[in-house]
């Protein structure tokens, strides 16, 4: 079993910035794919942004130039880099671990991101 754990969420004003830690209780390397989801109240959850163990990157495009994830395989941890914050941005970020081929889908529970001033 994998657990994943987030933290770095908080109030911030907009326009300021966040980082969001994912670290993971085993190997992330064994994972083809880490992500960030977000969900806002009301809202579906959503992709944020997702990189594999190829290298590539996705984001959503209300977050393209904003947000950056990236992972660090030797921390076991994943990171999401947030700037220039806006309210529509509020929700609670969750970080997901997957090797769907394999079965493997982790989730953890998430970290909540207000951006109000």
């Known amino acids: 079993q994998v657990q994943l754990v987030e933290s770095g969420g908080g109030l911030v004003q907009p326009g300021g910035s966040l980082r969001l830690s994912c670290a993971a209780s085993?190997?992330?390397?064994?994972?083809?794919?880490m992500g960030w989801y977000r969900q806002a109240p009301g809202k579906q959850r959503e992709l944020v942004a997702d990189?594999?163990?190829?290298?590539?990157?996705h984001y959503l495009d209300s977050v393209k130039g904003r947000f950056t994830i990236s992972r660090d395989n030797a921390k076991n941890t994943v990171y999401l880099q947030m700037n220039s914050l806006k309210p529509e941005d509020t929700a609670v970020y969750y970080c997901?671990?997957?090797?769907?081929?394999?079965?493997?889908?982790?989730w953890g529970k998430g970290t909540l991101v207000t951006v109000s001033s």
């Open positions: 085993g190997h992330i390397d064994r994972f083809n794919a």
């Open positions: 997901n671990a997957a090797n769907r081929p394999r079965g493997m889908d982790y």
């Open positions: 990189s594999t163990s190829g290298g590539r990157t």
